[in-house]
């Protein structure tokens, strides 16, 4: 089956630099997530991504974040100036075009730690 | 707004018994789905089983079953003959369809054990 790839899949990194999370989602998918989970605790929307332009995006997603979809392949997260709360799991995910039943393949997640 | 409900934060079972692990959900909404997906300790998350809110019967992927009670709005995960491998963190989820993003709004979770 195809899966979603994400790289790095441990990043450490120290307060106030910049970290780029990278995703390679499904080939024919056209819808693209980030999700973040703190340790311990439950899976949060970030941002969703269609058609080369962000379609929803959470309080938690201000200024510091941006996604970008810099070719045909890959989409990544970027935090321009990390704070300790943005030590997480992060979690890219992709779904085929619409429908309710269209689920969201997840990928194997980049755990973010800042020192 | 949508919100997702596991009222068990940790659940201990028999390997072979079967478990069922409670999701509740509350929303405005028709026409929605739902979602579970288990996170081993690896961390990924990899999907269970979809249920529809117009789906008439329960859905069913092989060892997993979700018994939908849409009037109590609930959709509560059954894993029959459970196996050491079923030990996991278990997320029962809705799709957020407002806005058109169809994110996916996530439960706290249920940490499964099973016991040999």
């Known amino acids: 089956e195809p899966e979603v790839t994400q790289t790095p899949s441990h990043q450490v990194t120290q307060m106030g630099q910049e970290v780029i999370l990278r995703c390679v989602p499904i080939?024919?998918?056209?819808?693209f997530y980030w999700y973040r989970q703190i340790l311990g605790q439950k899976v949060e929307f970030l941002v969703s991504?269609?058609?080369?332009?962000?379609?929803?995006k959470s309080e938690i997603f201000d200024d510091q974040f941006s996604v970008e979809r810099p070719d045909g392949s890959n989409f990544t997260l970027k935090i321009r100036s990390t704070k300790l709360e943005d030590s997480a799991m992060y979690f890219c995910?992709?779904?085929?075009?619409?429908?309710?039943?269209?689920?969201?393949?997840f990928g194997p997640g980049t755990r973010l730690t800042v020192t | 707004a949508q919100k997702i409900t596991q009222t068990q934060p940790g659940m201990f079972v028999q390997e072979k018994e079967a478990v069922t692990l409670d999701c509740t959900y509350d929303?405005?909404?028709?026409?929605?789905?739902l979602f579970w997906y288990k996170q081993p300790s690896s961390g990924e998350m990899i999907f269970l089983i979809y249920?529809?809110?117009?789906?008439?019967q329960n859905a069913t992927e092989g060892r997993y079953s979700l018994n939908f009670q849409k009037a109590r709005k609930s959709a509560n995960l059954v894993i029959s003959a459970s196996q050491l491998g079923d030990s996991a963190m278990y997320f029962c989820?809705?799709?957020?369809?407002?806005?058109?993003?169809?994110?996916?709004?996530f439960g706290q979770g249920t940490r499964l054990t099973i016991n040999p």
């Open positions: 989820a809705m799709r957020d369809t407002r806005g058109g993003a169809q994110k996916l709004v």
């Open positions: 929303t405005s909404d028709q026409s929605y789905g």
């Open positions: 249920q529809g809110s117009y789906d008439e």
């Open positions: 080939s024919n998918h056209l819808y």
């Open positions: 991504f269609y058609n080369n332009e962000i379609s929803e």
């Open positions: 995910a992709s779904s085929e075009a619409g429908g309710r039943k269209k689920k969201q393949y």
